[in-house]
């Protein structure tokens, strides 16, 4: 059993950058695939990034491409997501979530999340 917890988020200005972090405790780091995904107010949950469990290979929803960069320390049990060039449309509650296994940018798809870090975008 995972357990996942964020840290990072706050208020930012239209074009700033915050940094992400999430620290898992409770089983193999190293063995999962992780995700962060997000949720805006009276939308659905979804996919921002992901990368695999030796942080190689890394994938992006197009929304966020080129602005934002997922990573991962398996020795500290952390992984990041660094937010650059951020717009008032990044405005979520932001979450990381872990997978046994290989690719998957669905929700249901992973099975362990943490609780979630507001990230606001003011113009």
């Known amino acids: 059993q995972v357990q996942l917890v964020e840290s990072g988020g706050g208020l930012v200005q239209t074009g700033g950058s915050l940094r992400l972090s999430c620290a898992a405790s409770?089983?193999?780091?190293?063995?999962?695939?992780m995700g962060w995904f997000r949720q805006a107010p009276g939308k659905e949950r979804e996919f921002v990034a992901a990368t695999t469990r030796g942080g190689i290979y890394t994938y992006y929803a197009d929304s966020v491409k080129g602005r934002f960069t997922i990573s991962r320390d398996n020795g500290k049990n952390t992984v990041y997501l660094q937010m650059n060039s951020l717009k008032s449309d990044d405005t979520a509650v932001y979450y990381c979530?872990?997978?046994?296994?290989?690719?998957?940018?669905?929700?249901?798809?992973?099975?362990?999340w943490g609780q979630g870090t507001q990230v606001t975008v003011s113009s």
């Open positions: 979530a872990a997978r046994l296994g290989s690719y998957g940018t669905s929700v249901n798809s992973y099975p362990y």
């Open positions: 409770g089983g193999t780091f190293s063995s999962h695939f």
